[in-house]
């Protein structure tokens, strides 16, 4: 069971993450049809980054979110399955 801490700590987190995947994905809509703009392509670059930054640091944390950065959680065993999800517990499928 987590701490009220950790919890708070996992919820900035997956906020954060959720935020800057939007980033990315809305930035890859824009580049499909301005494939030369370089501001647009620095801004994919600096939050693609970021998010697979976020992704390595919730695995080690608090277990891996998407099949690649499942190998970041420093563990001895593939715990994809072993782990609570985000939405089994504040999602209500409990």
Request: charged share 30%; aromatic share 12%.
């Given at each position: 069971?987590?701490?009220?801490?950790?919890?708070?700590?996992?919820?900035?987190?997956?906020q954060e993450i959720?935020?800057?995947?939007?980033?990315?994905?809305?930035i890859l809509l824009?580049?499909?049809?301005?494939?030369?703009?370089?501001?647009a392509m620095e801004?994919?670059?600096?939050?693609?980054?970021?998010?697979?930054?976020?992704?390595?640091?919730?695995?080690?944390?608090?277990?891996?979110?998407?099949?690649?950065?499942?190998?970041?959680?420093?563990?001895?065993?593939?715990?994809?399955?072993?782990?609570?999800?985000?939405?089994?517990?504040?999602?209500?499928?409990?």
């Open positions: 069971m987590m701490s009220s801490s950790q919890s708070s700590n996992r919820r900035k987190m997956m959720n935020e800057t995947s939007f980033a990315v994905n809305d824009y580049l499909d049809t301005h494939p030369c703009d370089e501001k801004f994919y670059r600096k939050n693609a980054s970021r998010r697979n930054e976020l992704l390595c640091r919730y695995a080690r944390e608090f277990g891996p979110l998407t099949i690649d950065s499942a190998v970041d959680s420093c563990s001895d065993t593939f715990q994809w399955a072993q782990q609570p999800f985000p939405w089994e517990e504040e999602g209500g499928c409990r």
